[in-house]
């Protein structure tokens, strides 16, 4: 059975306090890694696809990197606009979502 | 910009009623989805459609039904509704033909459903 396992559940930083969040999966015939971000109350929007181990993709602050078994977001240099749960999915015929990260940048 | 509208955005339904959602999709995709959302569980796939009147069960089909009779519209059926589908339901439709899961999926904004 396919998994995607986010780590962590929650996470609290400065505004300006770099990091990375973590996203591991199990998917057989993985044919795309995808991250979503979802704001309360809305739905998830799309913000990156990787394809291949060492794949790399950037869009503003957010860097989504893949290897063999996981995949991280690393968010350079927050903003408190920035705040939101960040959700990453993979799949074959079917995609799985994991549970996802809920950041909060702190001005 | 691709654009996903789902009728309501809150609901009250009570017990035992049929509840429809609709869901209509702007950008000619060939597959959409619904999807519910509960705290603790992320989102499961109820069914898909990958062309029209085509559809697939997902994870969680018991309790719903689809219909999709034209490419743009996709409808979740809430056969007798019931407390626990209480939930955030959530369209979907994707870029690409077939089966295979290596295009990105764009979300309606959701529908809170409540059942009382």
């Known amino acids: 059975e396919d998994q995607v396992t986010q780590s962590p559940e929650a996470l609290r930083l400065q505004e300006g306090e770099s990091s990375s969040l973590n996203c591991s999966y199990t998917?057989?015939?993985?044919?795309?890694l995808f991250w979503y971000r979802q704001d309360p109350g809305k739905g998830p929007e799309f913000l990156f696809t990787?394809?291949?181990a060492g794949e790399e993709k950037e869009k503003e602050r957010l860097k989504a990197t893949l290897t063999k078994k996981e995949s991280f977001l690393h968010i350079t240099a927050p903003k408190p606009e920035d705040s939101a749960t960040y959700l990453c999915?993979?799949?074959?015929?079917?995609?799985?979502f994991g549970i996802g990260t809920k950041l909060q940048v702190i001005p | 910009d691709v654009k996903v509208t789902q009728s309501s955005r809150y609901l009250v339904k009570r017990t035992g009623e049929k509840v429809f959602l609709e869901c209509v999709q702007d950008?000619?995709?060939?597959?959409m989805f619904w999807y519910r959302q509960d705290p603790g569980l992320g989102l499961r796939l109820i069914y898909f459609?990958?062309?029209?009147?085509?559809?697939e069960k997902g994870d969680i089909p018991e309790g719903y039904s689809v219909s999709r009779e034209k490419k743009e519209r996709f409808s979740l059926i809430l056969e007798s509704a019931s407390t626990n589908q209480t939930s955030m339901y959530l369209c979907?439709?994707?870029?690409?033909?077939?089966?295979?899961?290596?295009?990105?999926?764009?979300f309606g904004q959701g529908t809170r459903l409540t059942v009382v």
């Open positions: 979907a439709s994707r870029v690409g033909a077939g089966k295979l899961m290596n295009t990105e999926a764009f």
């Open positions: 998917v057989s015939g993985l044919r795309g």
């Open positions: 990787l394809y291949s």
């Open positions: 999915a993979g799949g074959y015929q079917k995609v799985t």
């Open positions: 950008m000619d995709h060939e597959n």
């Open positions: 459609s990958y062309d029209v009147k085509m559809k």
